[in-house]
């Protein structure tokens, strides 16, 4: 029996599915990474906005037309999709033959097994506020890099999102967990990690009574050799003194930081129940510069969500030009149900959300262009990905671009490398988002 796997969305949901394809395979199952080959396919869906779930859907629609031409027998669903819409997905979806809770990972091999028997309509979920947290994984990254999950569910209850009633409350993985997880992750070969977690800066304030990252930071690398350590999913209400503190003095937590900031209008902020003001961003952001020259900066802001007028859209647009952040991306607001904010008045008209949305991205490419010219001459260090056999180059990611969202730097090298290596590159061309150079000598990992 052939098991594949199809997983959308962010990197956290990317864990479950590695966790889940451990308890598959020490169960047995063969694993397969060619959906034409797979007798059971699971597609781990993504919930979290419009375009996603109609990507979730897609890829049902797309994945049932091998039920007619080839092996697959059936399809399981699981992740935030399934969670949401358990019940519309058996009726409405009659492609699906079994549907997973994010609470019910470790069912995933009994899951499989009643639809290995030729059940159908499965539907597992448990409750998700006490479903262990971690587990051991079955990496899909490169070996060189991997997520570590630190906690799961929020406690933020922003108006336009949905993730609290899909996941859950904030819950907290011990310090001793996660470094037990990070050893693990050091013997398979990882020299970068990812903390990951849907507000890595909340961490530990559920069951330890503080914010605890930076106490988690130097527990990893009391007990580990991983050289590069990267925090992704910061809220700027929650980055402490004694955090900034570690990104300045730790010489293996990268000088990179992912600051969700949403919009910068007071206005808006307030109806989307951000903790926090513009005033607080702006401060936040100049205490990590004034204390790391040197720190990357990446966040996200949405346009479009109800009522923002265009003084608020140009307050966001200004503060983006003026701060220039090294890495942003941005997306319109989508309506989603049970959140407050998808019956606010002043709903915006999608063509309205569109022009705000590239305007903001046009801005980012001048930003980023310019920002990547002011690197010409640099030498810095990168962790190789790969060889371009087409371009006859290798590329790879410095220590300011975090892995699936930032872009590469493509270089020659005199000596072949492998994935993982390290090497000094010197860079010689900017692109819009990527950088161009040559390898001039091994670098030192940190």
Not at 210 to 238: F, H, M
Not at 344 to 372: C, H, N, P, T, W
């Amino acid at each position: 029996m052939k098991i594949g796997f199809i997983s959308l969305g962010c990197s956290k949901n990317l864990v479950d599915t590695e966790v889940m394809l451990h308890h598959l395979v020490e169960a047995g199952y063969e694993i397969t990474p060619d959906e034409t080959e797979a007798d059971i396919l699971i597609i781990n869906t993504c919930g979290f906005i419009g375009t996603a779930k109609q990507e979730s859907i897609d890829t049902v629609f797309e994945m049932a037309e091998l039920k007619k031409e080839g092996n697959l027998k059936a399809i399981l669903c699981t992740g935030c999709l399934a969670e949401r819409y358990r019940q519309e997905i058996l009726e409405q979806l009659p492609e699906v033959d079994g549907i997973l809770g994010v609470g019910s990972l470790s069912e995933i091999v009994d899951a499989v097994a009643r639809l290995e028997r030729g059940e159908r309509n499965v539907s597992v979920f448990l409750d998700k506020e006490s479903a262990p947290l971690g587990g051991e994984r079955v990496l899909t990254t490169p070996p060189y890099t991997a997520y570590l999950k630190v906690a799961e569910g929020c406690d933020n209850r922003c108006t336009y999102c949905a993730i609290p009633l899909i996941r859950g409350g904030f819950r907290s993985r011990t310090v001793e967990d996660i470094v037990k997880e990070a050893k693990d992750l050091e013997a398979l070969g990882v020299k970068e990690l990812n903390l990951i977690a849907q507000d890595t800066t909340r961490y530990g304030l559920d069951i330890y009574g503080e914010y605890a990252l930076a106490r988690l930071v130097r527990a990893i690398c009391a007990e580990t050799s991983i050289p590069w350590i990267r925090l992704l999913y910061c809220y700027p209400d929650k980055i402490t003194d004694e955090l900034i503190a570690e990104l300045r003095d730790n010489p293996r937590l990268v000088k990179y930081m992912d600051i969700p900031i949403q919009h910068f209008s007071d206005p808006i902020l307030k109806a989307m129940n951000r903790h926090g003001n513009g005033a607080l961003i702006a401060e936040t952001v100049k205490r990590l510069r004034d204390a790391v020259p040197d720190i990357t900066l990446r966040t996200t802001a949405m346009v479009g969500f109800p009522g923002e007028t265009e003084e608020d859209f140009e307050a966001l647009a200004t503060f983006i030009k003026d701060t220039r952040f090294d890495r942003f991306g941005a997306f319109t607001f989508s309506p989603e149900e049970g959140t407050e904010a998808e019956t606010m008045e002043g709903q915006i008209d999608e063509d309205v959300k569109q022009r705000r949305f590239d305007a903001l991205m046009q801005l980012q490419m001048d930003i980023s262009a310019s920002l990547l010219e002011e690197k010409l001459g640099e030498i810095v260090p990168v962790l190789c990905e790969g060889y371009d056999a087409v371009a006859k180059v290798y590329f790879g990611r410095s220590q300011a671009d975090a892995p699936d969202v930032d872009g590469k730097i493509y270089f020659s090298s005199k000596k072949k490398l492998a994935e993982g290596d390290c090497v000094a590159v010197e860079i010689t061309e900017a692109l819009d988002y990527d950088l161009i150079g040559f390898a001039v000598d091994t670098a030192e990992e940190n």
